[in-house]
């Protein structure tokens, strides 16, 4: 079983509709989550981070986390063309961040 | 803001050259990585740094080295490259204390 579990995808989701992420993660002593958003031939942007279990909202972006379940996700609302990239969910282990591999978002006009 | 540079990149080498992968951060981090990003492998942390001439090995330190002499250089090194080192390579900084990693714009290396 992988660290972090992402789906590949690719998500396509038309422009302006809801698209949701998923991550699970295994190590269920993590404390700390990460969302990167990775343009093709760019370097991964942090976009959001999340501690506690509940919802975090910045802007159009809402990351959500449930340890019980071992699961965090991310919603962006209002989707634009400009959101098409990779995500990546990072989950803080011992010493080092573990990434999962991604999941492709194409957004639509 | 964080600025993380690399000193190439693209960068073409030949097998069993010796190469080197600079990293400069101006944020006066404490924490410096390594990772290389391959298609369906994801990110993989080569090695990483907590401090000057400190150093860890990652997940897959084999066929590389890192130098850390000072505390906003942290440099990758491939003593003698081959063709399975072919790959993005991506450093990142992160402050003493935290765990948000912030990452520079890569190298795409090739090696023939």
């Known amino acids: 079983q992988k660290e972090v579990e992402q789906n590949s995808g690719p998500l396509s989701v038309p422009e302006g509709a809801i698209a949701s992420l998923n991550c699970t993660y295994s190590?269920?002593?993590?404390?700390?989550f990460f969302w990167y958003r990775q343009y093709s031939g760019k370097s991964p942007e942090l976009i959001m981070s999340i501690y506690s279990n509940g919802d975090k909202e910045d802007g159009r972006f809402t990351a959500q986390l449930n340890k019980a379940s071992q699961y965090v996700s991310l919603l962006i609302r209002d989707s634009q063309p400009s959101d098409s990239a990779t995500y990546l969910c990072?989950?803080?282990?011992?010493?080092?961040?573990?990434f999962g591999t991604g999941t492709r978002l194409l957004v639509s006009p | 803001d964080v600025k993380v540079t690399q000193s190439s990149r693209y960068l073409v080498k030949r097998t069993g050259e010796k190469v080197f992968l600079e990293c400069v951060q101006d944020?006066?981090?404490?924490?410096m990585f390594w990772y290389r990003q391959d298609p369906g492998l994801g990110l993989r942390l080569i090695y990483f740094?907590?401090?000057?001439?400190?150093?860890e090995k990652g997940d897959i330190p084999e066929g590389y080295s890192v130098s850390r002499e000072k505390k906003e250089r942290f440099s990758l090194i491939l003593e003698s490259a081959s063709t399975n080192q072919t790959s993005m390579y991506l450093c990142?900084?992160?402050?003493?204390?935290?765990?948000?990693?912030?990452f520079g714009p890569g190298t795409r290396l090739t090696v023939l």
């Open positions: 944020m006066d981090h404490e924490n």
């Open positions: 740094s907590y401090d000057v001439k400190m150093k």
């Open positions: 190590d269920r002593g993590s404390q700390s």
């Open positions: 990142a900084s992160s402050p003493f204390g935290g765990n948000e990693q912030f």
């Open positions: 990072a989950v803080l282990g011992f010493q080092k961040l573990v």
